[in-house]
Structure formats: structure tokens, C-alpha cells
């Protein structure tokens, strides 16, 4: 992020739009790990919101071995 923003979050939704978890970021933070190993596997989506407004969405797949 390179503009100020006054709040971003990560949010990690299963396939059915349910959100399961959420990661708030610091504004000089440019990664998050996300523990997925309490998600059950499957699909998921994550997005990233910078002050409430919806910036990007991406697909998560989980598969535990």
C-alpha cells in the first residue's frame, strides 16, 4: 500500500460467502500469514478491503495432507 489508508483488512470467506476469519493490517505491514490450518479443506476467497472499500479478491485453496 503505498497511499495512506486509514484501515485494510484481509477477509477470508468459505465458498458459500461465510466469512471465517479476518486479519487486520498495519499500514506499513505489506504480508499476512494466514493460518489455515484450522480451516477444513476446501475453497475459499479472500479480500482485501482498504477503508471499507472491496480492492481485490482472490482464491484460496486449502488441502491438508
Same mark, same amino acid.
Given at each position: 500500500? *503505498? ?5 485494510? +483488512?484481509?477477509?477470508? !470467506? /468459505?465458498? &458459500? ?7 487486520? %493490517? ?9 493460518? *489455515? +490450518? /484450522? #480451516?477444513? *479443506?476446501?475453497?475459499? #476467497?479472500?479480500? %482485501? !478491503? %482498504? /477503508?471499507?472499500?472491496?480492492?481485490? *479478491?482472490?482464491? %484460496? &485453496?486449502?488441502?491438508?495432507?
Amino acid at each position: 500500500m *503505498t497511499a495512506p489508508v486509514g484501515e485494510a +483488512r484481509i477477509i477470508v !470467506s /468459505d465458498i &458459500l460467502g461465510s466469512p471465517v476469519a479476518e486479519y487486520m %493490517l498495519e499500514s506499513n505491514e505489506r504480508k499476512v500469514r494466514i493460518a *489455515t +490450518r /484450522d #480451516f477444513p *479443506t476446501g475453497m475459499y #476467497f479472500y479480500r %482485501l !478491503s %482498504l /477503508d471499507g472499500k472491496k480492492v481485490a *479478491t482472490k482464491k %484460496l &485453496l486449502v488441502q491438508h495432507r
